[in-house]
């Protein structure tokens, strides 16, 4: 037996795992080396010291702390699936299946408001609008507004009918200067 | 002369029948009848294994508040989880395997918060923080001088010489079952003890 031999049965030696061969061996290696008695020793006090170590416990209210998180545990963990059973209306939730028939209604009413707006009385030409049956006549500044305004858009369409004949005179007349060279 | 080899080493099933006066059930039985809904089986369970656990853990973590939520956490997964337990395994493999995954967890958590501190307390402030249950005497300032030498001394081994060192030496369980728990082979779990146990002679070699 060598030194590696010897230190890799050590513990196999102390807990009594060994052989009874390699046990005899192991014990005359031991005997006739004073450094691996010296180790033996060492490690064994180790082990002893190690399982001597004051062993901790548990604290008084131990158990009454573990049954109280428990019980918040089982709490929580039932939450999710208070909120899952809850989604089980068409896969949304009051809320949301709230908001949305809000919305369906409002959209149905609006629809059938228009529909009703098209459908006008049998006597009028289409065109006309109920503020053209409207008996109060428009403010008359509003009135003296779109007069300008027309005047004013006729005036620019003359202006620019002049303008486009301005062009073309111009362009003739440069053609015929360039016919002419 | 070659020191007498007296066994130091008590199976966990002796301890455990030492500790709960031989039970009328066994862990494994304990927990099937909780799977049917017996909680007094769940809160016998838990009478057996807290103190255990909290020691476990303990020494992975090094804070007691720490160790003793953990152990809650252990305990909250058992309540929620129990249909998970098979009866392939032994009862105390499955519980110490939660419970040292989330002491293995919380210490890397520690780990990344301690990579972002750029200040944290000093490190005879910070380590071994058990509740002080002892007067100051001489021989009990001693003691807790040697207790902390070697909880330092645990700390410094490599996390997966610690794990097994921890449920060798100072939970007492056996070969085959930290093999189970650590999920290594057998020889690969001998080896790694005798290892981590010559390196602690070696850090702890000036207390004799």
Partial sequence: ?181 | MCPTNTPLHVSSSTVSQKMDDIPRYTDEELIARFQQGDKQAYEELVDRYKDRLVNYVFNFVKEYEMAEDLVQDTFIKLYLQKDYYKEIAKFSTWIYTIAGNLAKTELRKRKRRKVTQLSHMSRDDSEFQIPDQETNTGDAVQDRFIEKRIQAAIQKLPEHFKTVVILRDIQELSYEEISKIVEVPLGTVKSRINRARLQLQKELKDLR
Avoid: W
């Fill in chain 1, 1 to 181: 037996m060598d030194r590696y031999e010897f230190e890799d049965l050590i513990s196999d030696y102390i807990d009594n795992t060994i052989s009874v061969s390699k046990r005899k061996e192991f014990e005359v290696y031991c005997n006739e080396n004073p450094e691996a008695a010296e180790l033996l020793k060492g490690v064994q006090e180790t082990v002893e010291s190690l399982r001597n170590l004051p062993k901790v416990k548990v604290s008084e209210g131990f158990m009454d702390k573990l049954r109280s998180r428990i019980e918040a545990e089982k709490s929580r963990l039932a939450e999710p699936q208070r909120v899952a059973s809850t989604r089980s209306l068409f896969g949304f939730t009051p809320l949301y299946a709230s908001l949305m028939a809000v919305l369906v209604i409002a959209f149905v009413f609006v629809g059938m408001e228009l529909m009703q707006g098209d459908s006008q009385p049998a006597g009028l030409q289409p065109g006309f609008s109920s503020s053209t049956l409207n008996p109060t006549p428009p403010s008359l500044s509003s009135a003296q507004n779109d007069d300008a305004l027309l005047a004013e858009s006729e005036e620019d369409s003359l202006d620019s009918e002049e303008s486009d004949k301005g062009r073309k005179m111009d362009l003739k007349d440069r053609i015929q200067f360039v016919k002419d060279q």
